[in-house]
């Protein structure tokens, strides 16, 4: 090895007897009588016709190139050896980004996978998953809308905006609550259901089982409260004067049902003498509180008003008095030939200064839409319109005032409270 280290100009290797490499001289090379192109044994050499021969066989092979047809192929196929020229890699790339295709392995998207206007992902198996990586959010939303995304991370699945449930049908409920095991920590906000069914809701981490209709025969039900204050006042007089203020009632206070029986309660105050009265005139002889059913799209019996108790105050230097009252009120339905209608029952009661019954009277009415013509019914309460109009009316012996002896009276009515419970 020593002599390869040499300059040994002119000179080539070979191997000698024993194997080794050794410079010789070039034109002391041995002709073969066999073609060294075919020669599978190490350590010969090409003279320069072979290897013309081989630099012709490299730069005159032919090249078979395949077609798009032999190129884009959906299974194994023999080799061949042809070649795929740059056209036909094109071709096959644009067939296969139109072509459906089963991916076995996993694929690693490092950027953005997207889905044009029309795709969709879907799965053929009971089960299609997509993840982020552990300790990360995964959002789902829409693209330049920052808070309507779904994000999911290990603390459950968060929503920007909000949730809008489909329509359900006769066959499929928009919402399942699935029965399960109250959590052992209450949290703020949280609806469960327990494993017998049954519903709770948790409020500043305290939880309380939610009502249905299951539990309405151990309470009273209230069809209809007042929302508001309702006042009537006489703004100041000399002769008999009635002022009123309407409330609406909803349909459903009295015509939930068929039938029902309903007790009406009030929380009434009496301002009777508002401001001083001077001795030498005359105060009224009574001051007269009323509350009144009004149909507003029907009639009572033909009548547009009905009655449903008064109270008459002859204790007309009495300031303020607060009272309450209520009226038992049955309903029921009727029917005349094809007309089917719903019947109102009570009493009309009349209170004297002291809050005791001075009159009663046993009241039925039929329900009528306001053109009905005849005795019976035609109308539902819960088709009906109708209101409670409370009236306050000041009454002195002398009526007109004719002797100009009557004080300036302004007596006010105000309903604090009304309201229709089921019985």
């Known amino acids: 090895m020593a002599d390869l280290e040499k300059n040994q100009p002119n000179k080539i290797l070979k191997t000698n007897q024993n194997g080794e ?20 044994t190490e350590g010969k050499t090409l003279d320069a016709r072979q290897g013309k021969v081989l630099k012709d066989m490299i730069d005159l092979k032919p090249v078979d190139l395949a077609s798009d047809t032999e190129t884009q192929i959906s299974a194994a196929v023999p080799e061949d050896k042809k070649v795929v020229s740059r056209l036909k890699l094109f071709n096959w790339w644009e067939w296969m980004k139109r072509k459906s295709e089963i991916i076995v392995g996993n694929w690693t998207f490092n950027n953005i996978l997207k889905i044009g206007n029309s795709g969709y992902l879907m799965t053929d198996t009971y089960k299609f998953c997509i993840r982020g990586n552990q300790g990360k959010t995964l959002q789902i939303g829409v693209e330049g809308v920052a808070d309507d995304s779904i994000s999911i991370d290990v603390t459950g699945i968060s929503l920007k905006n909000r949730l809008t449930l489909p329509i359900g049908t006769s066959t499929i409920p928009a919402l399942v609550i699935p029965n399960g095991v109250l959590t052992s920590s209450p949290q703020k906000g949280a609806i469960e259901r327990d494993l017998t069914g ?9 939880r309380y ?20 204050t309702s006042s009537a006042s006489v703004s100041g007089t000399y002769v008999n004067t009635s002022a009123s203020s309407i409330s609406s009632i909803a349909s459903g206070a009295l015509g939930s049902s068929n039938q029902g029986n309903y007790l009406f309660k009030t929380f009434d105050n009496y301002l009777i003498k508002n401001g001083n009265y001077s001795p030498s005139l005359i105060a009224p002889k009574s001051v007269l509180f009323e509350v009144y059913l009004k149909g507003n799209n029907c009639k009572f019996s033909g009548s547009q008003y009905i009655k449903l108790y008064s109270v008459e105050r002859t204790d007309v230097t009495t ?10 009120i049955q309903t029921n339905l009727s029917q005349s030939g094809d007309l089917l209608g719903s019947v109102l029952m009570f009493s ?9 019954k001075i009159l009663e009277n046993y009241k039925k009415y039929f329900l009528q839409t306001i053109d009905y013509v005849g005795n019976y019914t035609d109308l539902k309460f819960s088709d009906a319109s109708i209101s409670l109009e409370y009236r306050v009316s ?3 012996d002398d009526s007109t005032n004719q002797n100009s002896k009557n004080v300036y009276a302004r007596p006010i009515f105000t309903n604090y409270s009304s309201l229709f419970l089921k019985i």
């Open 348 to 356: 009309e009661t009349t209170y004297d200064t002291f809050g005791n």
């Open 209 to 228: 089982r939610i009502f249905d209709s299951r539990d309405s025969g151990n309470f009273l039900t209230t069809t209809w409260r007042s929302t508001y």
């Open 394 to 396: 000041v009454l002195f």
């Open 21 to 40: 490499l050794e410079f010789t001289d070039a034109n002391n090379l041995q002709a073969e009588s066999y073609n060294a192109l075919d020669c599978i």
């Open 319 to 328: 300031e303020n008095s607060i009272r309450n009252y209520e009226i038992p």
């Open 198 to 206: 049954e519903l709770y809701h948790v409020i500043n981490n305290a």
